[in-house]
Nanobody, 124 residues
Framework: QVQLVESGGGLEQAGGSLRLSCVAS????????MAWFRQAPGKDREFAGS????????RYADSVKGRFTISRDNAKSTVHLQMNGLKPEGTAVYYC?????????????????WGQGTQVTVSS
């Protein structure tokens, strides 16, 4: 079982940047598919990006492609989400998620472990 703790959220202006971090503990981080989701008020949790434990290849939702970059540091059991070109519609709680031995997944239902979330607010 793995525990996830996110950090790095905050208030940023449209067009600005934020970097989210998620630190994992409790199990071997190397075996986990790691992902970021976001959930705006009144909306479903939405996939933003993921990164495979096997290939380190990232995958992105079309809504963030070209602006967000996901990366992982296995030595530090950490996954990052660099968010550039922030938009007001990106205001949401951002969650880190993990699934052991999986190589891809865009559905929230596929993930077994979740962090508590970090608030990102983008002002226009």
């Amino acid at each position: 079982q793995v525990q996830l703790v996110e950090s790095g959220g905050g208030l940023e202006q449209a067009g600005g940047s934020l970097r989210l971090s998620c630190v994992a503990s409790g199990d071997a981080f190397n075996w986990y598919l790691m992902a970021w989701f976001r959930q705006a008020p009144g909306k479903d949790r939405e996939f933003a990006g993921s990164i495979s434990w096997r290939t380190n290849i990232p995958r992105y939702a079309d809504s963030v492609k070209g602006r967000f970059t996901i990366s992982r540091d296995n030595a530090k059991s950490t996954v990052h989400l660099q968010m550039n070109g922030l938009k007001p519609e990106g205001t949401a709680v951002y969650y880190c998620a993990a699934k052991k031995y999986a190589t891809e997944g865009t559905s929230a239902k596929a993930y077994d472990y979740w962090g508590q979330g970090t608030q990102v607010t983008v002002s226009s």
